[in-house]
């Protein structure tokens, strides 16, 4: 079992910065590709961004790409994701999700994720 925890959420104006983080426990961090998804009202979920095992390989939504940045520290057990320049469209609550894959690339389909934390609110103001 792998425990996965957000934070950093909240309220922003449109065009500010917000720094989320998931924490994790159980199993061994490093063994676990990590993603990111959010899912707005009405909605279904997206992806938003992945990081391989040794954050040697992101990949992003082209929604927000050039916008956001995921990051990990293995050390301490924790994924990131810098969210700048952000949009009312980006209003969700965001995911972090744990993966148990080894390959270059993180993949996208949140099927492909066994353990999800429990999300933390994101709203953008106009």
């Known amino acids: 079992q792998v425990q996965l925890v957000e934070s950093g959420g909240g309220l922003v104006q449109a065009g500010g910065s917000l720094r989320l983080s998931c924490a994790a426990s159980?199993?061994?961090?490093?063994?676990?590709?990590m993603g990111w998804f959010r899912q707005a009202p009405g909605k279904d979920r997206e992806y938003v961004a992945g990081?391989?095992?040794?954050?040697?390989?992101?990949y992003y939504a082209d929604s927000v790409k050039g916008r956001f940045t995921i990051s990990r520290d293995n050390a301490k057990n924790t994924v990131y994701l810098q969210m700048n320049s952000l949009k009312s469209e980006d209003t969700a609550v965001y995911y972090c999700?744990?993966?148990?894959?080894?390959?270059?690339?993180?993949?996208?389909?949140?099927?492909?994720?066994?353990?999800w934390g429990q999300g933390t609110q994101v709203t953008v103001s106009s």
């Open positions: 159980g199993r061994p961090f490093s063994r676990y590709a």
């Open positions: 999700a744990a993966d148990f894959w080894d390959g270059v690339r993180p993949r996208t389909g949140s099927s492909d994720y066994e353990y």
């Open positions: 990081i391989s095992r040794s954050g040697g390989s992101t």
